[in-house]
C-alpha cells in the first residue's frame, strides 16, 4: 500500500510541476524587445502560452532566426507551433516552427 501511496504522489507532483504542450500556436518574439519583460537583460526567444510569458530554453538559438532583422524576433511578433514542457516558469521546447 505504501508503493501505490508513493507513486500516487509522485505523479501526481510530476502534473503540478511540469505542464506539457503539445503542437500549440502560441505568439513568439524577443521577451525584452516585444513582450516588454523588464527583468531580461538581453534579447532572447519568449513564448505567450495561456495569456503568461516564457522564455524558451532547449533550441540553438540559430533555430529563430536573426533577432534583429527586418522580420526577426526583437522587431516582429510571429506565431509559432510548440510543442514542449513549461518547467519552474520557463518554456523547454522539443519542437519550434514559425507558420504564416
Sequence with gaps: ????IMIFMLMFSVTIFAQKIQNQTVDAACGMCMFKVKTDKGCA????IDGKIY??????KKTFGDAHAAD???KIMKKAVVSGEIK??????????YVN
Aim: aromatic share 14%.
Design 1 to 4: 500500500m505504501k508503493k501505490l
Design 88 to 97: 519552474k516558469d520557463k518554456f523547454y521546447a522539443t519542437s519550434f516552427k
Design 45 to 48: 526567444m519568449a513564448v505567450k
Design 55 to 60: 522564455h524558451v530554453e532547449g533550441l540553438d
Design 72 to 74: 526577426g524576433y526583437c
